[in-house]
């Protein structure tokens, strides 16, 4: 196989491939010195990140940092970047990850839940992915903050998304924003622009809510009324079908009746 792009890469370290994807990457880097030196550049800058806590941030906000681990990830890349692609943030969660997790605790009381109800009825259950918890959220500082209907959210806002209730079969996520212009702007999984359209993202197994390992800036949507969209999947899905549908066919019964046995979670928020 050819090199596998850079995201992917970070994706491998960050444990959020599919394991057949992450069983031929490991494969291929296994007999190319390219793979392994990069490999061994992003587990340098990883362990770079795990600086004990609380003083890995020092005096930088979570911003600020976050601004230094792209400015690195960018360095390595000669591709032009579309203005509808969201800038990734692929190993922040190495430094941020413990604050994000004890912040995130202190919200589970207070902050509105996306979830399904579901109860079994006849002796079948409801598909696992009702089961599952999507609360998209921004990060300020070192805190993850949940982000309720009708929100205002920041143009320039990180976002990231807390997940829960994932034990059992494997689980995938789509997530994006609609923003007032109609565009689409992804969150999961990250979209190189040039590259081929990638697919969903396997979702870690954790029964208490946990916060997501990648962190994304999105660049430059348009203002008005937009959406935050999850989609909780039985099976891996490409993008394809959320980058070609029209508008109007991404509210959540079209997407449900899409993506059977899916879960689908709404956000509603204003971009100034």
Known sequence: ?????????????????????ARSVRAHAGGCTRCQSELAELDA????????MPGALGR?????????????LDARRTEPRESRIPRWIGLL???AVLPLAVTAAHHLAQAPRA?????????????ATMRTLVTFGRVSGTTFE??????????????????GGT???????????????????????????????PSSIALPVTVTPRVLGSMVRLDRPASGRARLVAIVLQRSESVDYIEQAPRGELSSEQLEAHYPGALVITTSVEVP
Request: aromatic share 6%; proline share 10%.
């Open 1 to 21: 196989m050819t090199c596998p792009r850079h995201d992917v890469l970070i994706a491998l370290g960050d444990g959020e491939l599919p394991e057949s994807q």
């Open 146 to 163: 949940p982000l309720a209907d009708g929100a205002r959210l920041e143009a320039d806002a990180l976002l990231a998304a807390e997940i």
């Open 115 to 127: 979830t399904s109800e579901w109860t079994a009825r006849g002796g079948s259950s409801a598909p």
């Open 93 to 95: 969660a190495a430094a």
């Open 167 to 197: 034990e059992g079969p494997p689980r995938f996520l789509l997530a994006f924003l609609v923003d007032g212009a109609g565009e689409r702007h992804w969150i999961y999984p990250s979209y190189e622009p040039g590259a081929p359209p």
């Open 60 to 72: 930088r906000s979570a911003e600020d940092f976050a601004d230094e681990v792209l400015a690195k």
């Open 45 to 52: 800058i990883a362990d770079d990140l795990r600086a004990p």
